[in-house]
Nanobody, 127 residues
Framework: VQLQASGGGLVQPGGSLRLSCAPS????????TAWFRQAPGKEREFVAG????????YYADSVKGRYVISRDSVKNTVYLQMNSLEPEDTAVYYC?????????????????????WGQGTQVTVSS
């Protein structure tokens, strides 16, 4: 299964962007999805995650209150709405997924917990 991430771009500080992530296989549904990001010279870090039912979400402290992760079950797509963007948010954003399995209500922040990754989409916040 491949994950297809899209929606990145260039935005001014204080602006908004919405990222999308969808699997290439429409039957791949029961999975927990997370967004990570990697800025130049830095480690890839967890941003936000959502369970397959959409009932549980979890955010990194750095984006809490500004980002919203959601899932559209009909479209089988996960979104990351990013508001009040700051230059420090500039990074390549990756979506990742793992089968819900025995932990359907758990969201892991460690990237090693995720089996499937998208190709990344660049987000640049600059005036």
């Amino acid at each position: 299964v491949q994950l297809q991430a899209s929606g990145g771009g260039l935005v001014q500080p204080g602006g908004s962007l919405r990222l999308s992530c969808a699997p290439s296989d429409s039957t791949f549904t029961h999975y927990t999805t997370a967004w990570f990001r990697q800025a130049p010279g830095k480690e890839r870090e967890f941003v936000a995650g959502i369970t397959w039912r959409g009932s549980t979400t979890y955010y990194a402290d750095s984006v809490k209150g500004r980002y919203v992760i959601s899932r559209d079950s009909v479209k089988n797509t996960v979104y990351l709405q990013m508001n009040s963007l700051e230059p420090e948010d500039t990074a390549v954003y990756y979506c990742a997924a793992r089968p819900s399995g025995v932990s359907p209500n758990t969201i892991y922040s460690a990237r090693t917990r995720y089996d499937y990754w998208g190709q990344g989409t660049q987000v640049t916040v600059s005036s």
